[in-house]
């Protein structure tokens, strides 16, 4: 899905927001006979397009399609390409019945929609050319850096600008394809970003073994599928079937697939192990905003 049809299913959802609330989302599932799935094109492994056909694929995308075919199994999919900026609002609005992306559970946005058990816990890093000498943020004084609009990175960077009295213009991206080209083209020092959201533009790269993960952690950061906040019903049954694909170990193995084998396009793997967190938080479910994190809660 192109421009186009994201900024008309844009102007759809804030023109009908009443009629896309009017029905909760397991009947509109059951009238309609199907589910709409925000999607991304370029977030790998998490959710990305693959091919020209764009079929869209990532651990998110088949825990979400595993979720919904567990909740009706008759169901059908069909994918609107969703961006960082969008997300929130056309999932408040109905346009979308479930988001697949890799959408950071926060306390503001938890006042706007609703998220599902977390199912994985990322930690803001920064990708940089191997050559460029850069291995901490502190460094980054003086230099550009790039994100993508939207993401909770930029909010990230702003704060360590300020606690560290350190000066460096940032560049958003419109996505996570076109930041990783301003830092490639030489615009931009380094990319900020999801260590897993890293790592999967890196593999995904012409030339991978040019480009790494360094400095420390500017945060873990709880990541869910999101859902409407007007629709207990569908959240308690999006929970229950994360809870038993948790139980079975089938999270574990999806994670495995996507994180610690070789994925399309390239077929480079990951080799992102599963953190303590997340192997914790598979065996005692919670959907937490980023701020019980940092609260060490």
Known sequence: MKLKTLVAATFVALALPAFAQSVDTLTKMKTSGKAVLGVRESSAPMAFALGANE??????????????????????????VLTA????????NGTVDIGCGPTTNNKTRQQQVAFALTTYVSEVRMATKVNSGITSFDQLGGRTVAA????????????LSQSKNI??????????????LLM???RADAFV?????????????????????????????????????DDPAFKTAVDDALRKLMKSGDVEKLYNKWFMSP??????????PMSNTLKQLLREPNDKPLESYADGK
Do not use: W
């Open 55 to 80: 079929k869209f694929v990532g651990y998110h995308v088949e825990l979400c399609e595993r979720v919904l075919k567990d909740i009706m199994p008759a169901v059908k999919f069909e994918y609107s």
């Open 85 to 92: 900026q969008n997300t929130i609002p056309l999932v408040q």
């Open 148 to 159: 993508s609009a939207g993401t909770t990175a930029v909010q990230m960077l702003r704060k």
């Open 167 to 180: 000066d460096f213009p940032v560049l958003l991206g419109k996505d996570h394809f076109d930041s990783f």
């Open 184 to 186: 490639e083209s030489g």
């Open 193 to 229: 970003l999801d260590d897993n959201l890293l790592a999967g533009v890196i593999a995904g790269n012409r030339n991978p073994a040019g480009y790494h993960i360094v400095g420390e952690s500017l945060g873990a950061e709880p990541i869910a599928l999101v859902l409407r906040k």
């Open 263 to 272: 994925i399309p396009p390239s077929n480079t793997s990951l080799n992102l």
